[in-house]
């Protein structure tokens, strides 16, 4: 086993501790605000907790991926690397809010969703208008406001920034990479909602249909999730800590990123259907309910017959779905075959990253800690039940 989970073990308190200290700041700034301040920070608060902060460890593990031996703990916990870590974050948790707001998700991570909250609140206060309408407008906001705080961040490493020209073009280059992040994510988002509305391909072949849905799904996988999730944050920390974004060790880098990031969403589709809500914090089906046209779905659709995809287009998107219909459509893409192809689909991503790292191995310039982390993150990330 390799560094990995002492990394985990300095990194995810420091990140935490760094978390509280941005939300204490925000009471004292905002004191002047009454009750309001404190309503929407304690949804802030829930929103940031319990997580794995493994974006966090992300970016510290790339911001020491060069650090000679005795300097690498003091790299993974240092200022910079956590306040990357709490940037990080804080930009999760802003994309949570509003992802958990456009699918219309009732928990995140076995708390009610942000916008469930505000509504609840709403109702408990017996206050005018709809409640509805109050817990989304709450969550649109509560997301920008942790947008803001994560940029607040990113700034924070600028002002207390190197002097040195190097210094200064490291976070260039890293604050650059955090807002094409973002950016991206937004595009990634809207492929999502975007393909969720399309209809389905009732009387086109099921071969081409499948092949069509896959490819659609593959790329709001890569926009939207796999590279903020994995290589965005491996390749800001590596740039804060002065790596060229143009050389060999870059671009394996953000191979090894993007290929690990797809297995890792790609399982979080497996689970969305097969996992344990005790497990997860989510609902059994909820990506089926809301329609996501996923590479499994695609699998799927190719692979049954016109019952199989008549029950699949009965649960998609449809909030009504029973557990007994969630429960038959999970048990049709098991005996189908799709379930078996999607887990190779996986694994084949997760050996395209493992051979990355394995190049990055010959280069000669990432530390073996590093190494060794990113390998057993690979493990973590690809093979996991949450």
């Known amino acids: 086993m390799s560094a990995l989970p002492a990394a985990l073990g300095r990194v995810r308190p420091a990140v935490e501790h760094r978390l509280e200290e941005v939300l204490t700041g925000c009471h004292r700034r905002w004191q002047d605000l009454g009750q309001a301040a404190p309503e929407l920070l304690e949804t802030a608060e829930n929103a940031l907790s319990g997580g794995k902060r493994m974006r966090a460890v992300l970016g510290a593990v790339g911001y020491a991926l060069t650090a000679a031996p005795e300097h690498r703990s003091e790299r993974l916990t240092g200022d910079d690397a956590v306040r990357l870590g709490a940037a990080l974050e804080l930009y999760q948790a802003s994309a949570l809010v509003h992802d958990d707001l456009m699918d219309g998700a009732d928990t995140r991570r076995g708390l009610p969703a942000a916008h469930r909250a505000f509504a609840r ?168 309910r809301e329609g996501k046209r996923t590479v499994l779905l695609a699998l799927t659709w190719g692979r049954c017959d016109d019952a199989g995809r008549e029950l699949l287009g009965g649960v998609l998107a449809s909030a009504e779905a029973t557990a007994e219909q969630i429960a038959d459509a999970a048990v049709l893409i098991e005996d189908c075959g799709a379930r078996a192809v999607h887990e190779e689909i996986i694994t084949t991503h997760r050996d395209a990253g493992l051979k990355a790292l394995e190049r990055l191995q010959d280069e000669g310039v990432v530390s073996a800690a590093s190494l060794a982390d990113l390998a057993d993150l690979a493990d973590l990330l690809t093979h996991r039940n949450s």
Do not use: C
């Not at 391909?201 to 939207?224: E, I, T, Y």
């Open 121 to 288: 609140n709403h109702d408990a206060r017996g206050w005018l208008g709809y409640s509805q309408a109050f817990g989304a407008n709450g969550a649109v906001l509560l997301g920008d406001l942790l947008l803001s705080l994560a940029g607040e961040e990113m700034s924070a490493l600028a002002q207390a920034g190197a002097s040195s020209e190097t210094g200064d073009r490291a976070l260039r280059n890293a604050r650059s990479a955090f807002d094409a992040m973002t950016t991206e994510v937004a595009l990634g988002q809207f492929l999502d909602v975007r393909s969720e509305n399309l209809p389905l391909p009732w009387g086109q072949d099921p071969g081409a249909a499948a092949r069509r849905m896959h490819d659609d799904a593959l790329s709001v996988v890569r926009h939207k999730s796999a590279r903020y999730s994995v290589r965005h944050p491996l390749i800001i920390g590596a740039l804060l800590a002065g790596l060229d974004p143009t050389g060999p060790t870059a671009e394996q880098l953000a191979v090894f990123g993007e290929e690990i990031g797809i297995a890792f969403q790609l399982r979080d589709d497996e689970l969305g259907v097969f996992g344990s809500p005790r497990v997860t914090g989510k609902p059994a089906g909820d990506d089926l």
